[in-house]
């Protein structure tokens, strides 16, 4: 069994006990969170659509709050003796998915 969840633009496929790292969530580590679901799959059938699966939310445990790798941001215009090296560490929580709806 397994889900397709929204957060932060993105949306990821996860099943029971699944551990995934997810944008900044206004939350604390021990909190739970829940997560809009965009299809659900038990096996046998297959739910999509916003009808089917109003109300219906994957109740996820925050584990914690990090910050992700360095990403290097390079700029150059060659020949111009243009060059900008910046680097941005993004905010991420980890999460870890405690129940799908049946």
């Not at 699944?18 to 900044?24: G, H, N, Q, R």
């Not at 560490?89 to 998915?97: D, F, G, M």
Request: charged share 30%; aromatic share 4%.
């Amino acid at each position: 069994m397994y889900a397709i969840v929204a957060t932060g633009g993105k949306q990821y496929k996860v099943a029971e006990g699944d551990v995934l790292d997810v944008e900044k969530l206004d939350a604390q580590p021990g909190d739970k969170v829940q997560l809009p679901v965009l299809l659900l799959n038990d096996g046998d059938k297959t739910v999509v659509g916003s009808a089917p699966l109003e109300g219906k939310t994957v109740t996820a445990e925050v584990v914690e709050q990090f910050k992700g790798e360095k990403v290097l941001v390079f700029k150059l215009k060659k020949r111009k003796r243009y060059h900008r090296a910046n680097g941005h560490r993004q905010n991420l929580t980890k999460i870890k998915v405690v129940e799908i709806p049946a």
